[in-house]
């Protein structure tokens, strides 16, 4: 069938067209099938249809199908069929083996576009229902690799960080980043942005230097300075990722041998040699207990001992923020006091010097158990604050930055105690959500301030948080929510009243 195209300029993420119910009835294709487009390599597309949004005779092609066939004009269509990879999906749901050509061509396909949303959300959900076993998830892990880009580094090793994440206020990077680095180590370190929480370490990077670079450049830059401290969605780094983590998010899963996939694939691209991961455990995190942990860290270790890296892994105490600071300006302006003056949270300080230590000790750069403490004296010295204004100025930012530069939302509200008491629950999903409807973490001032954390005393009417907005309707919106369900409990305040009504 030979129809006009019709430019639809908008993004969708898919190589996707739309056609007329007419058209598509008199093609045979349905919505979700497959068309290939002829003369342009037999590109193929995933096929929406229409009633009235495109005329009969005329093909839509979205922004990622124009840039492949180019302006408009006519263009040939025939029915194609589904990829093979569509195969490879229903035997996972079936629970049968797969080979590691099934693998690379399903990961091929999720890169190349080549799958439908639903697609890739039965995928997601098969290895939910039935997780990939150790073999099968190497080869998932080796693909996702393999089908971008990659650095390789000259020099060795190549020491990395991970966190799970799922704690408020997790600015640590900010930290162990210039400690490695300034121990003579490289830690090309890619980050992401804020999904559901209300700050990742590229936003909170970002306040201070530019973090989109491409592969090349980051290597430039880890060379030239021994670390940095960028987006890894800027590169085509493990791009498959991306693609899943973007249909996972509505679906709330998060399939363990995918999780593993994820995180060990970007590693991986980067060439990273030795990695630590941090697993923050407790009420309100993604791994609720120690047992769980355990069982992640078996399986992180495996994967790198698959793929030639060391990887060791350690629990922390996730039950309550990091540091008192959530949210970008907030996050940033207390990882600065630290790195300046030695002056902020023991919990912020305590859990840098120990992850950082871990990475000194596997890199080389100290002897067994002596990680903590070298990793405590560079951060005294002031070394770690000189490496990390080196790597804000190779990333294009001002070296010379300090607390005072950092912009803090100026609208800003108390919550305070409703009783007399300490502090005996803290519910960090309740603090991001706060810092969220304040406007983090796009806007990069907003967030809560933790004046009282488990276990402090508290009087009644004084201040538990303090609740930082640039604009006043987003300021309201969070104090609100804030007022409506404290994300903190107080030793004393009535929860819920129970009676026994079986005599009235």
């Given at each position: 069938?030979?129809l ?6 908008i993004?969708v ?25 002829k003369?342009?390599g037999?590109?193929?597309a995933?096929?929406?249809?229409t009633?009235?949004m495109?005329?009969?005779g005329?093909?839509?092609?979205y922004?990622?199908?124009?840039e492949?066939?180019g302006g ?7 029915p ?9 999906i229903k035997k996972?749901m ?8 099934d ?13 439908s949303?639903?697609?890739?959300a039965?995928?997601?959900?098969a290895?939910?229902?039935n997780?990939?076993p150790a ?5 998932l ?21 991970h966190?799970?994440?799922?704690v408020p206020?997790?600015?640590i990077?900010l930290?162990i980043?210039?400690?490695v ?6 830690i ?20 201070l ?14 060379e030239k300075?021994?670390g940095?401290?960028?987006w890894?969605?800027a ?14 998010y509505?679906?709330?899963l998060?399939?363990?041998?995918q999780?593993l996939a994820?995180?060990m694939?970007?590693?991986?691209a980067?060439g990273?040699?030795c990695?630590v991961?941090?697993?923050p455990t407790?009420?309100g995190t ?13 399986g992180?270790?495996d994967?790198?001992?698959r ?6 892994c350690a ?5 309550s923020?990091i540091?008192?600071a ?9 990882a600065?006091?630290v ?14 010097v120990g ?14 158990g ?7 004296e560079?951060l ?5 604050l ?6 804000i100025?190779?990333?294009g930012?001002?070296?010379d ?5 950092i912009?803090?939302g100026?609208?800003t509200a108390q ?12 519910h960090n999903?309740r ?9 983090a973490?796009?806007d ?17 009417d004084?201040?538990i948080?303090t ?10 919106n ?13 030793e ?13």
């Open positions: 069938m030979e006009s195209v019709q430019s639809i300029d993004n993420g898919k190589h996707k067209v739309v056609l007329n119910n007419q058209d598509a009835r008199e093609l045979g294709v349905m919505a979700g099938d497959r068309v290939r487009l003369d342009h037999y590109l193929t995933i096929v929406d249809t009633d009235d495109i005329s009969q005329t093909m839509g092609a922004h990622e199908v124009m492949i066939i408009t004009g006519t263009i040939e269509i025939t194609a069929t589904k990829p093979a990879s569509v195969g490879t996972i079936n629970a049968q083996k797969i080979s590691r050509d693998i690379y061509e399903l990961v091929s396909d999720i890169v190349k576009e080549n799958l949303d639903v697609e890739l039965a995928f997601i959900t290895t939910h229902m997780c990939l073999q099968e998830t190497e080869w892990t080796r693909a996702m690799i393999d089908t971008g880009e990659k650095i390789e580094f000259d020099t060795h090793p190549i020491m990395d960080k966190s799970i994440g799922g206020g997790n600015k990077s930290l980043v210039p400690i680095a300034a121990a003579g180590l490289l090309p370190k890619t980050s992401s942005r804020a999904i559901t929480g209300a700050g990742g370490t590229a936003d909170l990077m970002e306040i230097a530019p973090v989109e670079f491409p592969a090349d450049e980051i290597k430039s830059m880890t300075v021994g940095v401290i960028v890894g969605g590169t085509n780094i493990a791009p498959a990722d991306d693609k899943l983590i973007r249909v996972e509505p679906l709330s998060d399939p363990s041998c999780l994820s995180i694939a970007k590693k991986g980067v990273a040699d990695v991961i941090d697993i407790g009420a993604k791994i609720l207990n120690v047992e769980e942990g355990r069982a992640m860290a078996r992180l270790i994967l790198g001992a793929l030639g890296m060391q990887v060791e629990m922390t105490y996730g039950a923020p540091g008192r959530v949210g970008p300006g907030l996050e940033v302006v207390e600065l006091k790195l300046e003056t030695m002056q902020g949270p023991s919990s912020l300080i305590q859990k840098s992850l950082a230590g871990l990475m000194l000790e596997m890199g080389g750069a100290t002897g067994k002596e990680g903590r403490n070298m990793a405590y560079i005294r010295s002031g070394k770690a000189a490496k990390l204004r080196e790597i100025e190779v990333q930012g001002n070296p930055v300090t607390v005072s530069d912009p803090i100026d609208k919550i305070v105690a409703p009783t007399n008491g300490y502090v005996v629950e803290f999903k603090i991001v959500e706060i810092a969220r409807l304040a406007g973490p796009n990069k001032g907003a967030g809560v301030l933790i004046h009282k954390k488990k276990g402090e005393t508290v009087k009644k004084e201040p948080l609740i930082h907005a640039e604009k006043e309707w987003k300021l309201t969070a104090v609100n929510s804030a007022k409506k369900n404290l994300p903190i409990i107080v004393g305040m009535l929860l819920e009243t129970v009676q026994d009504h079986s005599e009235i």
